[in-house]
């Protein structure tokens, strides 16, 4: 017998690795129960459920028991130790991602399944990093470090109890039969192993069969005849409308209206649902973000991971495009990055007209709060609507404009935390919340402070928009994009449960309903609004996801609605006053509560067919012919030499990427690759500012001033703000001799950037350049001291 064999590990070391593994699984459970009832979201850690986590974590052990053994062998007859070693490095890695997942879970109260392909890498690092991304890394180096040291602690622990678990023979029959005996308890997000969970949900994902087997090309085409429900509640101009929409990041209507749970925290918006056409149970039709845009403007269906997520878009109608085409001057207006959930790209395809985004502030405006790793989402929501209304508005054209906040989302931190945490306070103190609504409000001070201040945001927005052209005659929607998910949720559906307010000076009467509507049903009914009052160009079929608003007042449920939980995850439909949820059938009450109900076995077959219409409608092109189309598609060609080489040097994932590569090889004199890589990168980000500077600037390099002007004046154009344009611009006019030219870009800078301070050098030389060939040169102007939120408050 030789050492090798001597020293080879044994049944008796394996099964004490995985004892100690469900040990640490044991600890992370715990520490999940823990952190839920600190927060204020479960009544007491020790409960039915708790001892459910700890079954399907015993049958998650024994899964990974049964799965490891064979390498372990394998490795342990080939050399000794390996095995072992293999197997610990492998479980080390699975707690640290359950590690991961579990405090994923804690702060946002849903598990991460599916939708996690939905992302993209750089979207998820975006994501984490504006939610305490620095925070998050350090407590997780800490927690790893104590976890694996806890991992290591327990196996020598376990050696002083090994002799009562060697009787157990054979180890691995125990182990199935503990695995088996975990697939008959019941399991719910909260007690499920959570990398079993993510892994269950991606599998169940990619194999999903969404075949379509219907005979009928456009299955979402219809006629455009839909109810005229709004008509008789305004009292409508001659002159079309403005459109206003204000879609507020997480507000639930948990947060807003008569009743709401957390109720005191929207005083205005409050106020604002009893001077207003006002749905108290509205629903959005996603749980994040990704959605809102598609749903609310287009009545759009989903695609596999949200519609704008698409490759390729096919043909499509939106409010965007349809009232472009009748004369409206459209816009969208956010403070972060509008590449983010590919914002951008979704607007260019409906040829916005104006598009403000992070890049077009400037210094005038104060950007959110930086986390402790120096990271901010953008622009809070009173600079954002500070900023949008210092941009003229004509009096002679009708306006569609489009509002996304961002401050009531992680971090949390507002302008003025202090003072709105002082509200919280006072609102607590005198309010009559119940012990366990007070304990959460309590542990989430600083979320129901941007409550309060994006509140107060929306009514400086309201009152100062009276001054604006036309405002009698402008239609206001205020919605919520989904519920803010950190504060516990009551159910199911109250994730998208949102609350839904038009405001406008020509309502002729209020009114409250308590039906059940949906995103969906906005666009068609607010365009039914416009053309039985209007002569417009409209669409003589259409493909509305919905239909038209309910305007009854008592509770009732007589609409199909999907709900699309998270990228990737289909799991919600609902069919009159039946939802069906992730495998179970409930009823709806006038409360939006839901309870257990019997019957509606046909919704789980109602929702897998129209999982398939919505996957045959959004990859195949089939929502509308072309005929209907009011902009079609114009997608970026490439041949296929091109693509080849574009594949070999740049994934198409990361745009800033695309862009660093790019200009690396147009600083290597290598223009033509460059400008291939350019419009490759704003195929798929087309509001990457510095990509389109650096085309305007490889252009002027080839020698082709005109064509680089023309590119540049239109970033200035988009965004006014941004001083690399403008730097780029006196470049391309100064070597092109275009001394007038450079002139008036003089008075454009300093009339619009903040930043003009920081090109003053090509200033400077186009002014002495001018005075040499003898043409008149104006002084400089004084610059005016920037604008500051107390300042306009």
Not at 312 to 331: A, D, I, Q, R
Not at 347 to 374: M, R
Request: net charge neutral; glycine share 6%; charged share 20%.
């Amino acid at each position: 017998m030789n050492t090798s064999q001597i020293d080879r590990y044994s049944l008796k070391q394996y099964t004490r690795l995985m004892i100690s593994f469900f040990g640490c699984l044991f600890v992370l459970a715990l520490f999940q129960y823990g952190m839920l009832y600190y927060k204020g979201v479960i009544d007491t850690i020790f409960s039915v459920s708790f001892l459910k986590a700890i079954v399907h974590q015993i049958g998650f052990t024994a899964l990974m028991g049964i799965v490891m053994v064979l390498p372990f062998n394998f490795w342990e007859n080939l050399r000794s130790k390996y095995g072992f070693n293999l197997v610990f490095v492998l479980l080390s890695f699975v707690l640290i991602f359950e590690a991961l997942l579990t405090a994923y879970y804690c702060t946002t109260l849903v598990p991460l399944g599916s939708d996690i392909l939905g992302y993209s890498y750089a979207d998820m690092k975006i994501t984490i990093a504006n939610s305490g991304g620095f925070m998050i890394s350090f407590y997780l180096l800490i927690g790893i470090s104590i976890l694996i040291s806890l991992f290591l602690a327990l196996y020598r622990i376990t050696s002083k109890v090994y002799h009562r678990i060697s009787k157990m023979y054979p180890f691995t029959i125990v182990l199935f039969s503990l695995f088996m005996a975990s697939l008959f308890t019941d399991g719910k997000p909260i007690n499920q192993n959570k990398v079993q969970y993510l892994a269950v949900n991606v599998y169940n994902t990619s194999t999903e069969d969404n075949s379509y087997t219907s005979k009928e090309e456009y299955p979402l085409v219809q006629s455009a005849n839909v109810e005229n429900v709004l008509g008789e509640y305004f009292n409508l101009k001659e002159e079309k409308p403005n459109i206003v929409f204000i879609m507020v990041e997480g507000l639930g209507r948990d947060f807003v209206g008569e009743g709401a749970e957390y109720g005191g925290f929207t005083p205005y918006l409050d106020s604002l649902t009893t001077k207003s056409l006002y749905w108290e149970n509205f629903l959005s039709n996603t749980g994040r973000t990704f959605g809102v845009l598609p749903s609310l403007l287009g009545s759009l269906p989903f695609g596999k991971s949200g519609f704008m997520e698409l490759e390729e878009y096919p043909n499509k109608l939106t409010m965007f495009s349809v009232l472009k085409n009748n004369g409206y001057h459209t816009s969208f207006y956010q403070g972060t990055n509008s590449s983010f959930d590919k914002v951008d790209r979704f607007l260019t395809s409906e040829n916005v007209d104006f598009v403000l985004d992070k890049s077009g502030f400037g210094s005038k405006y104060q950007k959110q709060a930086e986390d402790a790793a120096g990271s901010s989402w953008g622009y809070p929501d009173m600079e954002l609507f500070k900023k949008s209304l210092s941009f003229e508005r004509g009096e002679n054209q009708p306006r569609l404009e489009v509002y996304m906040t961002i401050s009531t989302h992680e971090p949390f931190i507002p302008p003025n935390q202090d003072l709105f945490e002082g509200k919280v306070k006072n609102i607590l103190e005198n309010g009559s919340f119940d012990s366990r609504v007070e304990k959460i409000i309590e542990k989430n001070d600083n979320v129901f402070a941007t409550l309060l201040y994006t509140d107060d945001a929306i009514k400086w927005f309201m009152e100062s928009y009276k001054t604006q052209p036309n405002y009698e005659n402008t239609i206001f929607i205020i919605t919520g994009d989904h519920r803010l998910i950190p504060i516990p949720q009551r159910n199911t559906i109250s994730r998208f449960h949102v609350p839904m307010i038009m405001f406008s000076p020509m309502l002729t009467t209020t009114r409250k309903m308590s039906s059940v509507s949906s995103h969906f049903d906005i666009t068609p009914s607010i365009l039914a609004l416009l053309s039985n009052s209007y002569e417009l160009k409209m669409p003589k079929k259409v493909a509305w996801m919905g239909g038209a608003l309910d305007m009854e007042t008592a509770f009732r449920s007589t609409k199909n609605i999907p709900l699309m939980r998270n990228k990737n995850e289909l799991k919600e439909y609902i069919s009159k006053e039946k939802l069906y949820t992730d495998g179970d059938i409930m009823e709806l009450d006038e409360n939006m509560n839901v309870s257990s109900a019997f019957g509606g076995g046909s919704i789980e077959s109602t929702l897998e067919r129209f999982k398939s219409v919505n996957h045959y409608v959004t990859t195949e092109n089939k929502i509308i012919p072309d005929s209907l189309a009011i902009f079609t598609i114009q997608k970026e060609q490439f041949t296929d030499s091109e693509t080849v080489w574009l594949n070999s040097v740049y994934d198409g994932k990361d745009s800033d990427k695309g862009y660093f590569k790019a200009r690396d090889l147009a600083w290597n004199k290598k223009w033509d690759k460059a400008l291939l890589l350019c419009r490759y990168n704003l195929s798929g980000a087309p509001s990457h500012i510095d990509t389109k500077i650096l085309m305007g600037r490889v252009n002027s390099w080839k020698g082709n001033h005109e064509k680089a002007a023309e590119i540049l004046q239109e970033c200035i154009s988009v965004n006014p703000n941004y001083i690399d344009s403008y730097a780029a611009l006196f470049d391309v006019y100064y070597w092109s001799d275009k001394l007038n030219e450079g002139l008036e870009l003089i008075d454009k800078v300093e009339a619009n950037s903040s930043s003009a301070n920081e090109i003053v050098d090509k200033i400077s030389r186009a002014r002495t350049i001018a005075r040499n060939a003898g043409i008149k040169v104006h002084k400089p102007k004084q610059k005016e001291p920037a604008t500051t939120i107390a300042s306009v408050k």
